[in-house]
T-cell receptor, first 111, second 114 residues
Framework: GNSVTQMEGPVTLSEEAFLTINCTYT??????LFWYVQYPGEGLQLLLK?????DKGSNKGFEATYRKETTSFHLEKGSVQVSDSAVYFC??????????FGQGTRLTINP | KAGVTQTPRYLIKTRGQQVTLSCSPI?????VSWYQQTPGQGLQFLFE???????NKGNFPGRFSGRQFSNSRSEMNVSTLELGDSALYLC?????????????FGEGSRLTVL
């Protein structure tokens, strides 16, 4: 079946550091890929998405590129802020509104 | 535009009881799905409804059930509660049903089973 593997956290960085959160997936065919973020005390929010190979999703300075050859969708940001502290989830769907999530990566940014 | 509303936000039940959780999707959204979030298992898909029909179901026992009404509001029910059912239950709605659209999540209903 479909699955998503994220780098384990927690991840702690200083403000303005470069961020990478690794995400790889297993799926047949061509899934759609997503990054969702959960801020403290809030529900999940879509951060970015890509629906076909080589697409780049971007939002709020975050980027991720759909790499079919490596089955990856790594999340990157060039300069993180304290307000980016949250839990980040990589996820996929395949032709249905049924998200398969990774385990989540807790990110803490220190000033 | 109002977001996804879930009620109640918090509840405490004892083993053997049943619980009903409610979800009001964003106006115009016809797809509603439910997820269970626990520290050990992470986020797991429960079921998805579109126009009152269950289209997908996750790997949960029959004690977990749901339904969707004609106004797209949805409820999920857990019968004969077990300690392991303690979790945050998240509802999400979407206007697209093909799996490429954004899911809009509510803040969840946190269930504690004692």
């Amino acid at each position: 079946g479909n699955s998503v593997t994220q780098m384990e956290g927690p991840v702690t960085l200083s403000e303005e550091a470069f961020l990478t959160i690794n995400c790889t997936y297993t799926a047949t065919g061509y899934p759609s890929l997503f990054w969702y973020v959960q801020y403290p005390g809030e529900g999940l929010q879509l951060l970015l998405k890509a629906t076909k190979a080589d697409d780049k999703g971007s939002n709020k300075g975050f980027e991720a590129t759909y790499r079919k050859e490596t089955t990856s969708f790594h999340l990157e940001k060039g300069s993180v802020q304290v307000s980016d502290s949250a839990v980040y989830f990589c996820a996929l769907t395949q032709g249905a509104q049924k998200l398969v999530f990774g385990q989540g990566t807790r990110l803490t940014i220190n000033p | 535009k109002a977001g996804v509303t879930q009620t109640p936000r918090y509840l405490i039940k004892t083993r053997g009881q049943q619980v009903t959780l409610s979800c009001s999707p964003i106006s115009g959204h016809r797809s509603v799905s439910w997820y269970q979030q626990t520290p050990g298992q992470g986020l797991q898909f429960l079921f998805e409804y579109f126009s009152e029909t269950q289209r997908n179901k996750g790997n949960f026992p029959g004690r977990f059930s749901g339904r969707q009404f004609s106004n797209s509001r949805s409820e999920m029910n857990v019968s004969t509660l077990e300690l392991g059912d303690s979790a945050l239950y998240l509802c999400a709605s979407s206007s697209l049903w093909d799996g490429t659209g954004e899911l809009f999540f509510g803040e969840g209903s946190r269930l504690t089973v004692l």
